[in-house]
């Protein structure tokens, strides 16, 4: 049974920073894509940032792009998104998320993903 388990949310000052991580168990992670999504209050679901098995690809959102950074460890199981210079409208529940093939570069379509964590709630005040 695939497992993802966020952790790292809190609240913070506007200009600080977060790390939030991932913990994944259940299936072969060093083979899977992995992405960060985010859902504000009253608001969709919506991509923040991918990255591909080999961890040689990354993509952003244009709304976190420079202030975010994805990454993972594969020997530990954990994918995770430093998040620095945070803004007010980041605030939201974060979502890690692992698509259903193998080996790909990870998307930013909601679609394209099987298995999702519990989420983690991020608070930016201003």
């Known amino acids: 049974q695939v497992q993802l388990v966020e952790s790292g949310g809190g609240l913070v000052q506007a200009g600080g920073s977060l790390r939030l991580s991932c913990a994944a168990s259940?299936?072969?992670?060093?083979?899977?894509?992995m992405g960060w999504f985010r859902q504000a209050p009253g608001k969709e679901r919506e991509f923040v940032a991918r990255?591909?098995?080999?961890?040689?690809?990354?993509a952003y959102a244009d709304s976190v792009k420079g202030r975010f950074t994805i990454s993972r460890d594969n020997a530990k199981n954990l994918v995770y998104l430093q998040m620095n210079s945070l803004k007010p409208e980041d605030t939201a529940d974060y979502y890690c998320?692992?698509?259903?093939?193998?080996?790909?570069?990870?998307?930013?379509?909601?679609?394209?993903?099987?298995?999702w964590g519990q989420g983690t709630q991020v608070t930016v005040s201003s």
């Open positions: 998320a692992a698509p259903i093939a193998k080996y790909g570069l990870g998307s930013s379509s909601m679609s394209e993903y099987r298995y």
């Open positions: 259940g299936l072969t992670f060093s083979s899977y894509a």
């Open positions: 990255i591909s098995w080999s961890t040689r690809s990354t």
